[in-house]
């Protein structure tokens, strides 16, 4: 296969992964915080875990796939992270400064912690999923040049 097509498969498939995953996070946040909850009406529920998926993949696939790229663009520029010597935390900080800015929009840029962990760990776990993707595949790349 193409790896340009192989690159964006990867994000597609961090996308789809990490939707129903950061879903499960946020509620279990929730739960831990008040484990009591909406109790009444589980329908409503059901209803509210599959309109959440879904606008979590448009969101990833709005504001996740130009993110991703761009920290790639970035990463590419080896005077760039010359500074800060890591791969990783530059991806980190790229993905917080979007996370904040993307929590800003509505609150015009106040800061109101509820809000931004709303929309930083959605992005901090697509980050890690696409990162481990991206590990799994250079694994099992290496692993086919050895075995060639």
């Known amino acids: ?13 961090a996308i789809v992964i990490s ?5 499960f996070i946020l509620l279990l946040s929730d739960y831990l ?6 109790k009444d009406n589980p329908e ?3 209803i509210f875990y599959i309109i959440f998926t879904i606008y979590a993949v448009i969101i990833y696939g709005k504001i ?6 761009l920290a790639d663009y970035l990463l590419k520029k080896n005077n760039l ?8 935390l ?16 509505p609150y015009g840029f106040q800061f109101y912690l509820p809000g931004f962990m709303a929309v930083f760990i959605p992005a ?3 980050l890690h999923i696409l990162l481990l993707l991206r590990i799994k595949r250079k694994k099992n790349t290496k692993e086919v040049e050895l075995s060639s």
């Open 81 to 88: 992270i010359s500074f800060l010597k890591s791969k990783y």
């Open 19 to 23: 939707s129903p995953l950061s879903l």
């Open 33 to 38: 915080i008040d484990p009591q909850g909406d």
């Open 90 to 105: 530059l991806q980190f900080l790229i993905y917080t400064l979007a996370s904040y800015l993307l929590h800003s929009l």
């Open 44 to 46: 409503n529920n059901i």
């Open 64 to 69: 996740g796939i130009p993110t991703t790229l």
């Open 1 to 13: 296969m193409d790896n340009k097509f192989k690159y964006f498969l990867q994000i597609i498939l």
């Open 124 to 126: 901090q776990i697509y």
